[in-house]
T-cell receptor
Framework: GENVEQHPSTLSVQEGDSAVIKCTYS??????FPWYKQELGKGPQLIID?????GEKKDQRIAVTLNKTAKHFSLHITETQPEDSAVYFC??????????FGTGTSLTVIP | GAVVSQHPSRVICKSGTSVKIECRSL??????MFWYRQFPKKSLMLMAT?????????EQGVEKDKFLINHASLTLSTLTVTSAHPEDSSFYIC????????????FGQGTRLTVV
């Protein structure tokens, strides 16, 4: 089955700096890669996603890149703000039928 | 995005009793719903996948007689933890997808189950 690895497990950045979280996957059939933000005691919220026919996608301060050959994808958050502090999960899916999650990154933005 | 509502958000029950958790898709029909369990500071562990009108598919190591899943309609799936024990205490999260291929999964807000 699919194996998703995520790094780093914790990340601290100064407010205004950028944050990058990286994930790798093992199954070349995976074609959908969402990123979720989870705040304490809440369910994950989809923040951005990318499909395998696209190399990069951007939504305001958030961007995701995908390298299908290397089987890795990354989340980039620019101009970080304290409210970006949360746990972020990457996931890989084959046609949305089943989602495999990374181990999570706890992001802390220091004011 | 689409809304998935999970109820209750918190529940405390006595050991040996059963607890039902509901997951509803409010503004779309969910062909598939997923149930996850999350331990503190850990990732989401898929427990089972349910498709409307058919039996759920359980992940290896998940007891289907203990975690009963019913997906009776396109907007509702329920997870019943039967004969709960303290080790079943956890954060349970459902998610739902609107379609069968190339679609996003939307998550409920989670249920914190504490068995005393």
């Amino acid at each position: 089955g699919e194996n998703v690895e995520q790094h780093p497990s914790t990340l601290s950045v100064q407010e205004g700096d950028s944050a990058v979280i990286k994930c790798t996957y093992s199954d070349s059939a995976s074609n959908y890669f969402p990123w979720y933000k989870q705040e304490l005691g809440k369910g994950p919220q989809l923040i951005i996603d990318i499909r395998s026919n696209v190399g990069e996608k951007k939504d305001q301060r958030i961007a995701v890149t995908l390298n299908k050959t290397a089987k890795h994808f990354s989340l980039h958050i620019t101009e970080t703000q304290p409210e970006d502090s949360a746990v972020y999960f990457c996931a890989a899916s084959i046609h949305g039928n089943q989602f495999y999650f990374g181990t999570g990154t706890s992001l802390t933005v220091i004011p | 995005g689409a809304v998935v509502s999970q109820h209750p958000s918190r529940v405390i029950c006595k050991s040996g009793t059963s607890v039902k958790i509901e997951c509803r898709s409010l503004d779309f029909q969910a062909t598939t719903m997923f149930w996850y369990r999350q331990f503190p500071k850990k990732s989401l562990m898929l427990m089972a996948t349910s498709n409307e009108g058919s039996k759920a598919t359980y992940e290896q190591g998940v007891e289907k007689d203990k975690f009963l899943i019913n997906h009776a309609s396109l907007t509702l799936s329920t997870l019943t933890v039967t004969s709960a024990h303290p080790e079943d205490s956890s954060f349970y999260i459902c998610s739902a997808t609107p379609g069968q291929i190339n679609t996003e999964a939307f998550f409920g807000q989670g249920t914190r189950l504490t068995v005393v």
